[in-house]
């Protein structure tokens, strides 16, 4: 493994403003390392290395800027999640309809990362339209989890967590409806966060006053992760949910942090059939929230009809935004999609002022919980990675699924809260399968979540654990 992708992205940053290494030298070491890995993995089936390398050359040609913006990468390559346009690069969303689509004009969470010194080298694989949190699609089949490849990687953000843990780049993107970016987090030993929706804008979009889709940074490490997220951040006239910047930076938050006073901490957030050895795992590694001085309290908010709340809303999304789709290539869409859509336009407007009243319900009972907590802390999934060949969870604990979203729910519950939520690596399967914990911030309190998050990283001591080889676990008929 080349040493400079053993790296974190901050101390390339570093190496990279002060001119030890060239943004050039940095591609071809995640080349090299995409090289390697690539086919036991297959994260990032749509390379742009030479686009890359013309970038490369002309932040050279440019010199270090003075006043480079916070969160400026000064050449450090990054992987985009292929749901985001990328001009000149075959952008396919994972999707037989796109599969030789290649735009024009890329999407402002393109053009924003690449005006801070990043640069795109290639795209990272997705299921079809980002449903579903098991990475595969007919256009470039499945994402296999580095950890045993025999399991999934989870999904949606599947491949950018994959490209992370194996060392192919230092940063990637994600997006997170239901707990894209969360859950192939904690099946990869990364960190993802879902951000509030409006902190990372994009666009321009079909639906830009949407907010249960969110997008948001990937990496290896909280601080790497805080670097990427002020990169991110900002306001921008294409979305019109977007939100300023803090004042004080994201990684100042991590440099800096404040340990939490009271949290509170919930195995199931008292609606999930959560396996018993990841319970086991998130149990004890709470406990290093006590060691630096925050009191740890079971409790939870009140979540009792959030898969209603939100099935409902995701399928009336489902239904405006690719209803079209749906009438125009309803053989070339997987027939989750089409199950969706369905679900969607057979909703009546009782049902969706139910949902949304009800949400609104849900919303002020989060609040109210944020009145007595600074933060709540689960497990990121209900049950370790899994095998890739199954589409999905249909049974935990009992419990039978018969969808492809129900088994989501210890993510998509939290999506409802429009909080900021973000997994981090907590600990290790007997099988040596990666464990993610779920901390949840009040809403726009992504630095006092990336702080505490941080302590947390830093009391587990598990940041080591990556990049690494592929453990290989699978036959040709896998």
């Given at each position: 493994?080349n040493?400079l ?15 030890e290494v060239?943004?050039?030298?940095m ?10 890995v690539e ?27 003075s ?41 402002y969470?393109v ?5 801070k ?19 595969f699609?007919?256009?470039f ?8 490849t025999?399991k ?19 940063l990637?993107?994600g ?5 894209s ?15 509030s929706p409006g ?14 889709s ?15 997220l ?39 957030l ?9 319970r086991a795992i ?5 406990k290093?929230?006590?060691?630096f001085?925050a ?6 908010i009140d979540?009792?009809d ?26 070339l869409?997987?027939?989750?999609i ?9 909703l ?17 009972r ?10 709540l802390i689960?497990?990121a ?30 993510s ?9 939520s ?5 600990g ?6 990666p ?13 006092a ?9 830093q009391?587990?001591d ?8 592929p ?6 008929a896998?």
């Open positions: 493994m040493e992708v053993k790296l974190t992205a901050r101390d390339a940053v570093a190496l990279l403003r002060k001119g060239t943004p050039v030298e591609v071809d070491a995640a080349a090299e390392r995409i090289a390697e086919p036991a993995v297959n994260a990032l089936p749509t390379l742009a290395v030479e686009r890359a390398r013309e970038h490369a050359q002309r932040l050279m040609a440019a010199g270090t800027p006043d480079a913006p916070r969160g400026y990468l000064y050449g450090l390559p990054v992987a985009i999640k292929d749901l985001k346009d990328v001009a000149g690069v075959r952008s396919t969303k994972g999707s037989r309809i796109y599969a030789d689509h290649i735009p024009e004009r890329s999407d969470l053009t924003n990362i690449e005006a010194g990043g640069m795109i080298i290639a795209k990272s694989n997705t299921p079809e339209f980002g449903a579903g949190a098991n990475t699609n007919e256009v089949g499945k994402t296999r989890n580095p950890w045993d025999s999934t990687c989870g999904g949606s953000s599947g491949g950018s967590a994959v490209a992370l843990a194996t060392g192919e780049v230092w990637a993107t997006s997170d409806l239901g707990g970016l969360r859950i192939p987090a904690s099946f990869c030993s990364i960190v993802g966060m879902r951000p902190r990372v804008p994009h666009g321009p979009k079909d639906m830009p006053f949407a907010s249960l969110v997008e948001g940074p990937m990496a290896r490490t909280v601080g790497d992760l805080a670097l990427f002020d990169t991110q951040a900002g306001q921008a006239a294409l979305d019109p949910l977007s939100i300023p910047a803090p004042s004080t930076s994201f990684v100042d938050a991590v440099d800096s942090p404040v340990a939490p006073k009271r949290v509170a901490y919930t195995p199931d008292g609606i999930a059939p959560v396996d018993p050895e990841v998130c149990e004890a590694a709470v290093k929230f006590a060691d001085g009191a740890v309290e079971g409790a939870t979540l009792h959030a898969e209603e709340i939100f099935q409902t809303m995701r399928a009336a999304q489902y239904a405006a935004q690719f209803g079209k789709l749906l009438e125009q290539h309803r053989d869409l997987k027939q989750d089409v199950w969706n859509i369905e679900k969607g336009q057979a009546s407007s009782e049902d969706v002022n139910r949902a949304e009243l009800a949400r609104g319900a849900l919303y002020n989060t609040t109210a919980f944020f009145n007595d907590y600074d933060l689960s497990p999934v209900l049950v370790p990675a899994y095998d890739i060949n199954q589409p999905y969870v249909s049974e935990a604990g009992g419990v039978k699924f018969d969808n492809y979203v129900s088994w989501l729910v210890m998509f519950a939290l999506t409802l809260t429009a909080c900021p973000i997994s981090v690596p907590c290790f399967t007997a099988a040596g399968l464990v993610g914990l779920q901390i949840t911030a009040p809403r726009a309190s992504e630095a979540l990336l702080s505490a998050a941080a302590l947390f990283e009391a587990i598990l940041k080591s654990g990556v990049p690494i080889d453990i290989v676990r699978h036959t040709e896998n």
